[in-house]
């Protein structure tokens, strides 16, 4: 069938009347009006013509032989489909119960015989513009559809390399359980997560304001910088700095993200959490005790670099406590009744959990017992970590990115770090990056981090800052221990640490030999308590260094140390 779209050609209009005068006279004056007109006998035939040629608009006489007009109506109707096809009824009944299944057979309107010219033509122009604002409409629909299409399927792929990109690291970590629940095909909440080279794992949950794309864009260059850094061994409060300093160059006014870091240290049975914005989080001890983890700062993408704070709180931890964190949509979930699930539910749920019992699923439940089958109002992310001892993670850290880059394989590198930077600035992660050049030694970023940093810890705390490790013995002298830390640092003055480093290849793959100097009057290496590795407050430095290096050497009272660590092909390819 043609079906042209000018508005401006002649009406095809079909006549079915087994009367020839009533048919002949119908025909003529339609055709006076400018219509193009065929017609039949009975409704057989009208039947026939329409599923052949078509029409705009059908005038069936409701009474007519071998088929009527009510039976040729339904057929009628069911070819046109979604198309609008006007069907009127000639007739010259008058019983309410006649017309009445003139119109249940599909008819749209009546006309009376005998004919009046005004009134046929009124009609045909009416139904003519209903038919095609019901096929404009249907164009749009159409179009409409077809666009949706091909935004689902653009955002489809875009959401495939948005995945690749903010991808969740070791989410699946045997002590981290979480829920996310995005609105859309994108989510404005992110959940990140990634193994530290010196061990444990920094955690970033995220909830962007707005919903869908325009809130997910950002979570590019969060999980860019957060994987990126992490991987190298960045703090978790440089990591915090970086990605304000990004979302407040790149977000428009009245955008942000409220976010909590979580950097979890398994050794050491010790979380530092950053909370920006997000509802508080709940540490809950292994006794079932609960300690809340507030929001102390503004979210991320707020302030400039100078009046952000990136400072962490400090919870001392044992394994088989949990941290729980969320964003908003935990709070904001509503029931049918538009009620909040909202702080008392969530104390609640977690009280029912018990002590023995997981938080985690304690919530989960209660979220869902709440809501019912209700659609969720925003995105929803529920993270649940587990403090545990160091051994159950083995193998976590393998999933830190690899670059690509080959690198050079002979090379010998000074570095030295005086005065004032011994307080503002960590100079690990750089030099990770240049031992990292080696591709044989990317497998083992963990543990050459942890070389560097132990002996970066023991130049600058014992060497440069006088600190003694006895402090460290008592919950109290800990604390003490940090606060002097901190207080010498800022008057730390004609000072350094040097590191040379050197790094050749042997027949098996290679030697880093690492020379760690500082400008301190020494420490006292052979002090029984500073080779103890009991997993208390400290002492496991000198024992991890003699443990993963070749040879371990101090002289002048300490301040120069060296250590060479030995790798070959074999091991590197194993994992």
Known sequence: MDHSLSDSRPLRILIADDSDSDRLILKTLLRRLGHEVEDAKNGKDAVDIFRRSGADIVLLDALMPVMDGMEAAHHIKALAGERLVPLIFMTSLSDADALARCLEAGGDDFLTKPY?????????????????????????????HDRNRQLLEEQEVAKRVFDNVAHTGCLNAPNIRYHASPMSIFNGDVLFACPRPAGGMQILVGDFTGHG??????????????????????????????INQKLVRILPTGMFCCAAMIQADFHLNQLQVWNGGLPDGVLIRKDGMFESIVSRHL???????????????????????????????????????????GEERLKQSLDDSGSGGSAFDAVMAGINA??????????????????VKEAELVGVSDRLPQS??????????????????????????????????????????????????????????????????????????????????????????????????????????????????????????????????????????LMLLRKLGHSLNFREQGTRAEIVYDWDFSEVAAR
């Open 213 to 242: 794309l325009p809130a997910a864009v950002g979570a590019l260059p969060v999980a860019e910088i957060f994987y990126g850094m992490t991987s190298k061994g960045f703090s978790g409060s440089d990591v915090l700095r970086e």
């Open 404 to 541: 690509a880059l080959e690198g050079p394989a002979e090379w010998h590198c000074v570095y030295e770090i005086r005065d004032r930077s011994l307080a503002q600035f960590n100079p690990l992660p750089l030099l990770l990056h240049i031992c990292m050049e080696v591709p044989g030694l990317r497998r083992k970023s963990g543990e050459i981090y942890t070389l560097l940093s132990e002996l970066y810890t023991n130049a600058l705390e014992h060497g440069v800052l006088g600190l003694s490790s006895h402090w460290k013995a008592t919950p109290e002298g800990f604390g003490r221990y940090y606060a002097e830390r901190e207080r010498r640092l800022k008057s730390v003055s004609e000072h350094y640490v040097r590191f040379t480093l050197t790094h050749t290849t042997t027949d098996r793959g290679g030697q880093l030999t690492i020379v760690c100097e500082d400008s301190g009057s020494g420490f006292d290496y052979l002090d029984p308590f500073t080779v103890t590795d009991e997993g208390g407050y400290s002492g496991r430095g």
């Open 370 to 387: 709440f809501t019912g089958r209700q659609p969720e109002q925003d995105d929803v992310t529920l993270l649940s970590l587990q403090m």
């Open 116 to 144: 009046n010219r005004v009134i046929i033509e009124a009609k045909i122009n009416a139904f003519n513009r209903m038919r095609l604002m019901h096929r404009t409409l249907s164009q749009h629909r159409d179009l409409i």
């Open 299 to 341: 979210p991320l993408g707020v302030l400039g670099a100078a009046r952000f704070d990136a400072r962490t709180e400090v919870f001392r931890t044992e394994p088989g406590d949990t941290l729980l964190m969320m964003t908003d949509g935990v709070m904001e979930a509503e029931n049918q009744y538009g009620e909040m699930y």
